[in-house]
C-alpha cells in the first residue's frame, strides 16, 4: 500500500504558519515546511506523473523543487494591502505543456486546514481567452453539455469563482447556455477532507477525479486550439 503524503504534521505547520506569518517564525520553522508540506507535496507530484499521461499526454506532473507544478508558499506582496510574507496553504497545478505560451487549462490540488479540494480547468482567464471560450461555447453547446451536465458530474463538483449578474456583452440573453457564459472561471471541482489528505487512498482517488473532468478540460484545451 502506498506510503500516505501528508499527515497532521503537515497540517499543524500550515495553522501554525497562519499564526505565525513573518519571516522570523519561519527561518526556525522551516524544516517543519521541508519535512511535511513541500517534500511530501513534490512526492505526490512525482506519482501522478504516470497515471497523468495516460489521461492526457499533454498534461505535466513537474516534481522540480522550483519552476515545476508546486507552487511558491512566498506571496508577492508588492501590490497587496496584506504584507504577511507567505500563504497559508500548499498548492499544486498539473499544466498544460503549452502553458508558457498560452493561457491553458490545468489540473489542481490544495492542501490547507479545513479547505482541501481538488479540480481542473480554467481560472481568471485574460479577457481574450475568456472571449475564445465563451465563443466555443455559442458554437459548441452540445459537446460542453456532455462534458459538464451528466448526473455523474453534478453529484461530485461545482463550478467554482464568480460569475456576471448579466449576460456578457455582445453574446444572447436567450442562449441555452448563458449560465455558463456568465462565468469568469471555467473550472470546477470537489472539497477533500482532512483525513483523505492524509490516507493512503489520496493518490487514486485524485487520479479518479482528473479522469472524471477529462471531458470538461478537453473540451476548453478544443476551445484554444490545444491538444488534449
Known sequence: MTTPYFSQASFRFLKDLAAHNDRSWFATHK???EAHVREPFLRLIADLAAPLATISPHLRADARKQGGSLFRLHRDTRFANDKTPYKTWAGA?????RSRDIEAPSYYIHLQPGDCFAGGGVWHPQPATL?????FLVDNPEAWKRATRSRSFAARYRFWGESLTRPPRGYPADHPL?????????????????????????????????????????????????SF
Open 31 to 33: 524544516d517543519r515546511y
Open 93 to 97: 497545478r498539473l499544466f498544460h505543456e
Open 131 to 135: 472571449k475564445r471560450i465563451r465563443d
Open 178 to 226: 448563458i449560465d455558463d457564459l456568465k462565468r469568469k472561471n471555467h473550472a470546477a471541482g470537489c472539497a477533500m477532507d482532512d483525513a483523505l489528505m492524509c490516507s493512503a487512498e489520496l493518490r487514486p482517488v485524485l487520479v479518479e477525479h482528473f479522469r472524471r473532468l477529462a471531458p470538461l478540460l478537453d473540451y476548453l484545451c478544443a476551445a484554444l486550439d490545444l
